[in-house]
């Protein structure tokens, strides 16, 4: 069993940046790959950024590449989103989740899921 806490979401201007934490309480963090998906009002949840078990691979949405850089840190439990170039079209709230198996690009393969933390990007 693993618990998820997100934070770090609020307002900003396009253009500006944030940074999403979430910690994870449980056995074997180091053991997920783990993953921000966000969820837009009247849209379905899109897979953001995906990391692997040892923080050495990742993979980013088309929408976000070059943009949004995720992180981990196993030692403290962690994983981050650095969110940079912000448009409007980021706001959503956003979830992070683990998976036992490595997810892909979509969201059925999570396991645990954090309960979200709302990014607003004003234009």
């Known amino acids: 069993q693993v618990q998820l806490v997100e934070s770090g979401g609020e307002l900003v201007q396009a253009g500006g940046s944030l940074r999403l934490s979430c910690v994870a309480s449980g056995r074997a963090f180091s053991s997920y790959y783990m993953g921000w998906v966000r969820q837009a009002p009247g849209k379905e949840r899109e897979s953001v950024a995906t990391?692997?078990?040892?923080?050495?691979?990742?993979g980013y949405a088309d929408s976000v590449k070059g943009r949004f850089t995720i992180s981990r840190d196993n030692a403290k439990n962690t994983v981050s989103l650095q969110m940079n170039s912000l448009k409007p079209e980021d706001t959503a709230v956003y979830y992070c989740?683990?998976?036992?198996?490595?997810?892909?690009?979509?969201?059925?393969?999570?396991?645990?899921w954090g309960q979200g933390t709302q990014v607003t990007v004003s234009s």
């Open positions: 990391i692997s078990r040892s923080g050495g691979g990742t």
């Open positions: 989740a683990a998976a036992r198996l490595a997810p892909g690009a979509g969201t059925s393969e999570y396991d645990y």
